[in-house]
């Protein structure tokens, strides 16, 4: 979230889109509820399925699966057509006036620079233009070539006629949401959208929200009280573990990490360290040596200096991708020996079960860390027709080592809104468990002491990382903690000569470190949450600090960064300094430094007359309407799911290159088990019950006893025409897989018109499975395709084809 | 103090602070005229402690009341939501509300155990075991299959053949302690479920 839950009771519109957060985030919707009924907030909810997030909505409009960028497509060209935007904020804070390389362009579905053998774009001339090593611009948003001129060209095409015939959601519901959308235009009202794995579980996730991204930048409600980009995420620390980069690209902090074209420390830090592209910017991303040498001193000490280049030969150089869709494709072709799964049940909870389950098969050794025991660490086990699988023919060596859950721990979760708080433990684990540091701490110890003892393949950085626990078995999480904010390694001293911190002492923030190994700190966003006050993550003051009561509790635990609560807050006020809304202040320029109810997002004395702008995280200073660092296009652009119930594109008839996502990655046997509208003629997605938490739940009687089969839901009239009744046994099958379920038959879901048919929805819940206290059940991925969103490569959950018939 | 009659959220207030060492009998209250402790409260004896609800990423703030069993492991007894967190305010949802059950639940792991290639059952293993035998296999992986050098002479240091999925459901510390050995151990097939 770019907000945080309590924020959103400050919009005057809410926006849900791609979630439903009414059963998948019920104590955080109460902050909608709350909008709605002290501010007259309006909630919009735009869903395949009337939800239980609809029905408390003020409008309602329907959307088939895989369809929402023809949708907020055709939102901004209404805004621009009809000039509904934020002139003042669209000038300044966005790139609209940036110039592109003339060369750049669109065709048939595509972008300049296509490479269909391939998949991927060469984004040579995804360009801006350059003079004096800066952007250039034309403040009159006049030029052709401009961002605002491109963007006009490129969305004009999505006019009320072809989104609705599109999306399916009919013409007149289309424009009475562009036009409550439209109202938040003006500068002191704000929309807030929340969106969860709805928009980010499709081939074009990360466009999905790219689209929304622009309407908020069009709108001027980005940085704003109750406004934002908010991704509803999913478990309590799902936020904290993206933060801590538990995966492959990124090293903690987002620091990318490096891959073979890093040959050298130089070349690496070079490439990590951008400049500004435009005149006097922050271009904060230039502090990457500070926040990169600082890591490699808490991960090696001394063995990181200087003169061994902070030890940049340590670590690891990617050759490839290995997120988890390649990682697993990697298994599936035998090219992995090893692999620990911990509390992560991934024969459940990736794409296309049969080709995971092969996958595991194919292991020598599988460890799986859980507190319960999942379907993942049973994978070789015979369930009969829930896990169909022969024992005796997988050899797999798997361990399964019992691990503690949250009440048994000390530390801390952040949450979507990144608020850090400490949780303390309040019972002893079952059995023999042991928490997860101290497995893993029992794992290196054990694996370091062997290299030791016996030497081997590159002991160095095992040998040399910095292990000064007290507990070496079983690390503290407040020392953790502490490792993880920073402290300094020798005095650091103002420009007079006075002593900030002394060495040895806990950082008061990132602000505080240095490039030349006087500081370490191993997550520099997280710098501070253990200064010289202590644990702020502790902090249990719930008092709202702001002026305006708009719910900034800065006492309560501790947000990264520097604990801000709102990000790009420094656009919540005018260029001079001004709030766009006095009443909901969150930023305001005080005459000689920025002040209000946040800490600013800018440097605290950047005079407005300065022009330093509020995406600091940017090279260009402003929100990006036209992003090149997107792998699909700088624009977003609709293109269907990978299984889509239509013939073609309707956007790009007659390109069969342009159905699909054209960047999407598919591997060998994947693309050749895509299901065909004839065989599997109804669009299915996956969802999320209240009752229910991913996989987890089902092992908890409670939740059980109130939820407890499987089941799918389909329309009344897909219903008839298939003979099925409420309660019926039905088998819903992909060309991948079936599964077996009880058919609910509502009117939540109703038929829709789309590119001149019919196309009728499946529902089916994700939770269930042969491990747990419910009903036994084949994994709903048994059903879905193996392909990813081409940036974030999270896998196409939410859009494929099924067949069903009664069983 | 145990003629102190308290509102509710006062009482919290005053057992406030870090871990909830303060049980209700230590407050002298167990048996005070406030009509909500009249009769025998089930919390009595408790430890209560403050702690995050580790479904969603509302992360709703709860309290946990905890006691020690016959075997004299603690074990939380009751579980409500945190009045204070200034996000979820006390509330808990179907979701959360049941989080005393998972915790509780019988398919909750109790001790290592081993499957070995072939066969069709668990078998129990001391952590020694355990932790012995997976570092074994991993260390000859790791040498067996460590790029040190790519084809064009760069320097790499790489461990391909092996990976990891880290939980969301990790505390921070326990998240970066993996991410911190896995790197020292020149894993690059590591990934999240934040992923997906």
Known sequence: MTNHWVDIKNADLVLIMGGNAAEAHPCGFKWVI?????????????????????????????????????????????????????????????NSAFLINPDYGFKDGLFTGYDEAKRSYAKGTWTYQMEDGFAKVDPTLQDPNCVFQLMKKHFARYTPELVSSVTGTPQDQFLKVCEMIAATSVANKTMTILYALGWTQHSVGSENIRTMAIIQLLLGNMGMAGGGVNALRGHANVQGITDQCLYSEVLPGYLSSPAEADATYEQ???????????????????????????????????????????????????????????????MHQGKMNGFISSGFNPLAAISNKHKISAALSKLKYLVVIDPLSTETSEFWKNYGEFNNVDASKIQTEVFRLPATCFAEQDGTFTNSGRVIQWHWKGADG?????????????????????????????????????????????????????????????????????????????????AQLVDNGGTACGNWIYSGMWSKAGNLTARRDPTDTSEHKIGQSLNWGFAWPANRRILYNRASADINGKPWDESRTVLKWLGDRWGGSDIPDMRPNAKPEENVMPFIMTQEGVGRIFAPQMAEGPFPEHYEPFETPLARNPMHPNNPKATSNPASRVYKGDMEVFGNRKDYPFAATTYRLVEHFHYWSKHSDLNAIVQPEMFVE??????????????????????????????????????????????????????????????????????TPYVADANSQTPEFKAFLVNIEKA | MSQ???TRRQFFQVTGAGLGASSMTVMGLAHAADPVFAKPNKLEKTTETRSTCPYCSVSCGVLMYSRKDASGKLKVMHVEGDPDNPVNKGTLCPKGAGILDMIESPNRLQFPEVREPGTNEWKRISWDEALTRITKRMKADRDQNF???????????????????????????????SAKVLRSMGVVALDTQARI
């Open chain 1, 268 to 330: 690496y830090r070079n490439a990590r360290t951008p400049k500004a592209l435009r005149p006097g910017q922050m271009n904060f991303p230039q502090n990457f040596p500070k926040w990169f040498n600082s890591l490699m001193k808490a991960w090696y000490g001394d063995h990181a200096t200087t003169e061994t280049n902070f030890a940049y030969d340590y670590l690891p150089k990617r050759d490839a991708p290995y997120d988890i869709m390649q990682i697993f494709e990697n």
């Open chain 1, 714 to 783: 389909i329309s009344r009239e897909l219903a008839k025409m298939r003979g099925i009744s409420s309660g019926d046994r039905v088998k819903v099958s992909s060309i991948r897989g079936h599964v077996h379920a009880k058919a609910m038959v509502t009117m939540r879901l109703k038929g829709m018109k789309v590119d001149g048919q019919t196309i009728y929805h499946v529902g089916i819940p994700i939770h269930f499975g042969f491990k747990g206290l419910t009903k036994p059940a084949q994994l709903a991925n048994s059903l």
């Open chain 1, 34 to 94: 709350k909008a709605k009924a002290e501010r007259g907030a309006k909630l919009v909810v735009v869903d395949p399925r009337f939800t239980r997030s609809a029905a408390v909505a003020d409008y309602y409009a329907p959307i088939r699966v895989g369809a929402d960028i023809a949708f907020l497509g055709g939102v901004i060209n209404y805004l621009l057509t009809n000039d509904k935007i934020h002139h003042e904020y669209v000038k300044h804070y966005t």
């Open chain 2, 4 to 6: 102190v009659k308290l």
């Open chain 2, 147 to 177: 790029v040190a050098k790519n084809a064009a002479g760069v320097t790499v240091n790489r461990w391909n053949t092996f990976g990891m999925l880290v939980s969301s459901a990790s505390n921070n510390e326990a998240g970066y302690l």
């Open chain 1, 430 to 510: 079952p059995g023999e468990s042991k928490s997860d540091q101290e497995i893993m701490a029992g794992l290196f110890t054990r694996l370091r002491d062997m290299y030791k003892k016996e030497g081997g393949a590159y002991a160095e950085p095992i040998l040399n990382l910095t292990w000064n626990y007290t507990n070496p078995s079983n690390p503290d999480a407040a020392e953790i903690n502490r490792e993880i904010s920073g402290k300094a390694l020798v005095d650091l001293k103002d420009a007079a000569g006075k002593v900030l911190v002394a060495a040895g002492e806990q950082l008061a923030g990132f």
